[in-house]
């Protein structure tokens, strides 16, 4: 039995944007920022008799996906919280990443190295994680690397969410002059 949680999110939208960010990890000005770039995208308009459901219900099940992990971002799990079928998450899932990857170009952007905006991210990140990492441009994180047994010294502090002790891993690519010579 289905039953979709789909009609909250406009509620939530309105009146509690904190849980619409919970249920999709963007917030609300952000899903209809990413809802306009993408709904014209030729993948989303069929010529089909069996007509597909709105770009919000794809992108909004697609997002929910993406922002879980573990029993709660089973293909079973989204269909039921969606109330579609498991075979609509895959569609919408594909159908979705077609429409942002060909969007790549006007979802990310790197600013130019010497502009206002680069130093705001580099002042950012200097506050906010590793000063060293001030020049860097892509960060990455979450990846666990597994550790053969429990480390001397805070061991507990390595203890993950699924029972393992391990590392998490950070990654930044620096910024340097000769990559933005060669990248503009």
């Given at each position: 039995m289905q039953s979709s949680q789909l009609?909250?999110?406009d509620h939530f939208a309105d009146h509690?944007?904190?849980l619409f960010l919970r249920r999709l990890r963007v917030w609300p000005e952000v899903f209809n920022h990413i809802l306009n770039q993408i709904s014209s995208h030729p993948i989303f308009h069929s010529s089909s008799e069996n007509r597909q459901l709105l770009v919000a219900i794809q992108l909004a099940t697609f997002l929910f996906c993406?922002?879980?992990y573990?029993?709660?971002a089973s293909p079973e799990d989204v269909a039921q919280w969606a109330g579609?079928?498991?075979?609509s998450v895959i569609?919408?899932?594909?159908?979705?990443m077609v429409a942002i990857l060909d969007e790549h170009d006007t979802f990310v952007n790197i600013p130019p190295h010497d502009?206002?905006?680069?130093?705001r991210a580099c002042t950012f990140t200097e506050l906010w994680t590793c000063p060293a990492w001030?020049?860097?441009v892509f960060a990455a994180d979450g990846s666990s690397i597994l550790l053969f047994k429990k480390p001397q010294i805070f061991g507990e502090s390595f203890y993950d969410r699924k029972s393992r002790y391990s590392l998490n891993c950070q990654v930044c690519i620096p910024m340097h002059a000769e990559w933005n010579t060669y990248h503009s």
């Amino acid at each position: 039995m289905q039953s979709s949680q789909l009609s909250l999110l406009d509620h939530f939208a309105d009146h509690r944007p904190h849980l619409f960010l919970r249920r999709l990890r963007v917030w609300p000005e952000v899903f209809n920022h990413i809802l306009n770039q993408i709904s014209s995208h030729p993948i989303f308009h069929s010529s089909s008799e069996n007509r597909q459901l709105l770009v919000a219900i794809q992108l909004a099940t697609f997002l929910f996906c993406a922002g879980h992990y573990g029993n709660a971002a089973s293909p079973e799990d989204v269909a039921q919280w969606a109330g579609v079928s498991v075979g609509s998450v895959i569609n919408f899932t594909n159908r979705v990443m077609v429409a942002i990857l060909d969007e790549h170009d006007t979802f990310v952007n790197i600013p130019p190295h010497d502009s206002e905006d680069m130093e705001r991210a580099c002042t950012f990140t200097e506050l906010w994680t590793c000063p060293a990492w001030r020049n860097g441009v892509f960060a990455a994180d979450g990846s666990s690397i597994l550790l053969f047994k429990k480390p001397q010294i805070f061991g507990e502090s390595f203890y993950d969410r699924k029972s393992r002790y391990s590392l998490n891993c950070q990654v930044c690519i620096p910024m340097h002059a000769e990559w933005n010579t060669y990248h503009s």
